[in-house]
């Protein structure tokens, strides 16, 4: 499986990202041959000036450097012997002239394991980053991350890429949000509601002794709603101080605590039978957390409901 993005320019590049799921190391030959021919047409419909990164399951074995692979392999891959599919990996980068940055940088072994078997045994560096050579100096550490709080066999792999990008200047007047998470609280939806109609009653009584003609009646009439609104919403709830996912409930923090704990055991414990239990229990987990956050999303508050 590939799959091809191209993101937002640089100042002089834009950066085309091609994620894939490449066939096992058991694979059939025909199936493997089928997989790197479409990486390659892939890679040749990319534009030359484009920053490539190639990302994703490889099945590669890669290990470290050998005679001849200079700027393509480093010297700090897992230990072993390199697979069919690594070899095959490694010529590809090589006729396109692309490192594979996972080999590059000096990290314990811990942080060189992408993949887990389920019994614990057998861990491997299957998983890689790879981007165009003369962009080797901009990758600052690629490195995995046995502690991340996913559903998968597989270690989260994050590549720390430093590029030239375009500045974007900050307006002065920004958006602000509204803090409307309040008004799940009903004493505050209470005084929202009497604060509210206090401010229409008020410009009930101006409207009566303002009579203009209807055109300008119904533009004004539409700022003095929208000025009401926004003041009675700054009085009472005030703005959002962060960005941080405010819709977030304090019960789904919690269950989302329990599952990145289950998910910590079940990377440390050698039993195969407690590690079955807790993967079950982990997918448990995670979907209470998904059904909570999907709660969460629909019982987040607006402003809609409160005009009756």
């Known amino acids: 499986m590939i799959e091809l993005s191209r993101h937002g320019s640089t100042r002089v590049i834009r950066t085309s990202i091609v994620q894939v799921y490449a066939p096992t190391n058991n694979a059939e030959e025909k199936a493997k041959d089928v997989f790197y021919e479409q990486v390659q047409k892939v890679l040749d419909k ?29 010297h700090h891959g897992l230990y072993g012997e390199r697979s069919e599919n690594g070899q095959r990996f ?52 690629t490195r995995a991350f046995c502690g991340a709080d996913v559903n998968s066999d597989h270690h989260l792999v994050i590549a720390k890429i430093k590029l030239r990008l375009y500045r974007v200047e900050k307006t002065k007047n920004g958006l602000r949000r509204y803090n409307t998470a309040e008004l799940k609280v009903p ?38 709603t929208k000025q009401t609104y926004q003041k009675t919403a700054e009085k009472v709830l005030g703005f959002q101080s962060r960005s941080n996912k405010s819709w977030i409930s304090a019960e789904s923090w919690k269950k989302i605590d329990d599952r990145r704990e289950l998910k910590r055991k079940m990377d440390s414990t050698r039993s195969e ?20 956050l999907k709660k969460d999303k629909n019982d987040c508050g607006c402003l809609t409901p409160l005009l009756a």
């Open 46 to 74: 990319i534009p030359k000036h484009d920053i490539v990164i190639l990302m994703g399951d490889w099945n590669a074995k890669v290990r470290d450097q050998q005679d001849g692979e200079e700027g393509v392999v480093g």
């Open 90 to 141: 490694v010529e590809l980068c090589a006729s396109n002239n692309m490192v594979i940055t996972t080999t590059l940088f000096p990290h314990k072994d811990i942080h060189k394991h992408t993949w887990v078997s389920p019994d614990v045994r057998t861990k491997n560096q299957i998983d890689h980053v790879v981007v165009c050579g003369k962009f080797r100096r901009s990758v600052l550490d």
């Open 187 to 224: 004493e505050v939806a209470q005084s929202f509601k009497i604060e509210l109609r206090n401010r229409f009653s008020c410009l009930a009584d101006d409207e009566a002794n303002d009579r203009d003609d209807h055109a300008q009646d119904v533009e004004n009439n539409w700022k003095k």
């Open 273 to 292: 039978r407690i590690r079955e239990q807790l993967r079950n229990a982990y997918s448990t987990k995670n979907k209470e957390v998904k059904k909570q």
